[in-house]
């Protein structure tokens, strides 16, 4: 082994260069120490120096506590460059696989996030309550999914001005809901309500609304002015919800919709 290797003790931040040559870190753990090689002489160096011995490392990361005179003598004797080499191509190229995996990974979340709404395909395993199709479109946004809908039911409060149309989905666990609500005006925050055939109540999903509001014809802003979609679910099936309130935080209702 080299001067260098033989001098002062290891620092403790630079213990992961033996692990590293070695291919045996975890994803998460061989990217920070590659962030740390980038800036490490020292790491640098011993890498240089361990990448040669690379075989014989693993080899002796394999043995229990205490080896024997022939495992002792089959690790003195030199592999052939040719083998030294294909072994070592083989543990960079392993390591390269994971690079690219994580790679894959965090682009694909990356485009997500940056692509903003998006439809997935997934497969419904009978989830749509009778259907068979094992493939279905999943709604990326609280409208597409209430448009998603064709069975919908809506009302109109005379008192407080508030439309709401409710859409539902029967699943195997429960009822999926849409709610398009309009004419509700804020500072707000409200709840969708089911409640059961049984007089039992079930939230469905809460929001807030904003002090213009929203389905307001003339309002102040082009938000003021479009509907509020929020998405929701609910334990019971669609047979044993009775009707639907939307509620303010104070239990005001705002309107009722009958199921």
Same mark, same amino acid.
């Given at each position: 082994?080299?001067?260098? /290797?033989?001098?002062?003790?290891? !620092?403790? +931040?630079?213990?992961?260069?033996?692990?590293?040559?070695? &291919?045996?870190?975890?994803?998460?753990?061989?990217?920070?120490?590659?962030?740390?090689?980038?800036?490490?002489?020292?790491?640098?160096?011993?890498?240089?120096?361990?990448?040669?011995?690379?075989?014989?490392?693993?080899?002796?990361?394999?043995?229990?506590?205490? &080896?024997?005179?022939?495992?002792? +003598?089959?690790?003195?004797?030199? !592999?052939?460059?040719?083998?030294?080499?294909?072994?070592?191509?083989?543990?960079? +190229?392993?390591?390269?696989?994971?690079?690219?995996?994580?790679?894959? /990974? @965090?682009?694909?979340?990356?485009?997500?996030?940056?692509?903003?709404?998006?439809?997935? /395909?997934?497969?419904?395993?009978?989830?749509?309550?009778?259907?068979?199709?094992?493939?279905?479109?999943?709604?990326? %946004? !609280?409208?597409?999914?209430?448009?998603?809908?064709?069975?919908?039911?809506?009302?109109?409060?005379? %008192?407080?001005? @508030?439309?709401?149309?409710?859409?539902?989905?029967?699943?195997?666990?429960? %009822?999926?809901? &849409?709610?398009?609500?309009?004419?509700?005006?804020?500072?707000?925050?409200?709840?969708?309500?089911?409640?059961?055939?049984?007089?039992?109540?079930?939230?469905?999903?809460?929001?807030?609304?904003?002090?213009?509001?929203?389905?307001?014809?003339?309002?102040? %802003?082009?938000?003021?002015?479009?509907?509020?979609?929020? &998405?929701?679910?609910?334990?019971?099936?669609?047979?044993?919800?009775?009707?639907?309130?939307?509620?303010?935080?104070?239990?005001?209702?705002?309107?009722?919709?009958?199921?």
């Amino acid at each position: 082994m080299s001067g260098s /290797m033989m001098g002062s003790p290891v !620092p403790n +931040e630079h213990e992961t260069v033996g692990a590293y040559a070695l &291919g045996i870190l975890d994803d998460a753990e061989a990217t920070a120490f590659e962030a740390h090689l980038a800036t490490c002489e020292w790491c640098a160096q011993q890498l240089d120096e361990l990448a040669g011995m690379e075989p014989m490392l693993a080899a002796l990361a394999d043995l229990p506590g205490s &080896g024997t005179p022939a495992i002792g +003598e089959s690790l003195s004797a030199k !592999p052939s460059p040719r083998i030294v080499n294909k072994l070592v191509d083989e543990v960079a +190229e392993r390591r390269a696989q994971k690079r690219r995996r994580s790679f894959y /990974m @965090v682009a694909a979340a990356a485009a997500l996030i940056i692509g903003g709404p998006f439809v997935a /395909m997934a497969a419904s395993g009978g989830d749509s309550g009778g259907g068979t199709k094992q493939n279905q479109v999943l709604a990326a %946004t !609280p409208k597409e999914l209430f448009d998603s809908m064709t069975d919908k039911v809506s009302a109109t409060d005379s %008192t407080t001005g @508030v439309s709401a149309t409710v859409a539902m989905q029967e699943k195997n666990w429960g %009822t999926s809901l &849409g709610l398009e609500l309009k004419g509700v005006k804020g500072p707000l925050k409200c709840s969708l309500i089911a409640v059961g055939t049984n007089g039992e109540r079930w939230t469905a999903s809460t929001w807030s609304v904003g002090k213009w509001g929203y389905g307001i014809p003339n309002g102040k %802003t082009a938000e003021s002015k479009q509907p509020l979609y929020i &998405g929701g679910a609910v334990a019971p099936a669609q047979n044993d919800i009775d009707h639907f309130e939307v509620v303010d935080s104070d239990g005001n209702k705002l309107v009722q919709v009958a199921a």
